[in-house]
């Protein structure tokens, strides 16, 4: 489904990622982990469109997408949840879910989709006439994942959506990606909860100093002595 291949990205002068490689196949969930500073969100943000200065390649389903903006990125099924959720906090929580049906084929399935949303996330049905800023930091990080599933993605894609939520509201929403994952939507997964996305992925790399230091399958990843020291803390 996604090919990403060879790619450098930078910031001017100043290079951030290095010949990364890294495939999601369909109905995957993909786990991306590395230490703080190791380029993951720049990696996130380069895919979803948000970030301009690439080379290498891209491939959604074979198109190149390498160098698309992100409204045009999203029209080829791939939706983003950023870290720090980015909510518009004045506009209500229903506001901030239809803003996310942004494709034509979303809006055409806007209440189907909707139903799907509150169904995973109750709180949002509950509250979907309050401001968005009104609501809890997990009840905000759930509307930043319902926003992005009324786009109706192919492969979602999220930047550490645990971070600051209390260990419940982080089961919740690693409990509701699992579900997003068996209902058909591929899923990349930033995260720095290492044990806990390699809990539900099927594949994942470890991204160290801008490039892919390792990948393989989380028992692979959760074994390794780089994982355990880099991005773990343990001392081998």
Known sequence: MLE??????????????????????????????GP????????????????????GHILMRGIDITRLPGHRVCRHGIAIVPEGRRIFPLMSVQDNLDLGAYRAEA??????????????????RERAGQTAGSLSGGEQQM?????????????????EPSLGLAPVIVDEVFDALYTVNQRGVSIL????????????????YLLAEGRIALR???AELMASEEVRRSVLGIDI
Do not use: C
């Open 4 to 33: 990403v291949r060879g790619l450098d990205v930078f910031y001017a002068d100043a290079r951030a990622l290095w010949k990364v490689d890294l495939d999601v196949a369909e109905g995957e969930i993909v786990s991306i982990v």
């Open 36 to 55: 703080n500073g190791a380029g993951k969100s720049t990696l996130v943000n380069s895919l979803a469109g948000l970030h301009r200065g690439l080379n």
């Open 107 to 124: 809006r055409a399935s806007r209440g189907e989709t909707l139903g799907w949303v509150h169904e995973l996330f109750p709180r949002l």
């Open 143 to 159: 509307l930043a994942i319902g926003r992005a599933l009324m786009a109706r993605p192919e492969l979602l894609m999220l930047d």
């Open 189 to 204: 997964l930033v995260e720095q909860n290492v044990q806990r996305a390699l809990e539900i992925s099927h594949r994942a």
């Open 216 to 218: 393989g399958s989380p």
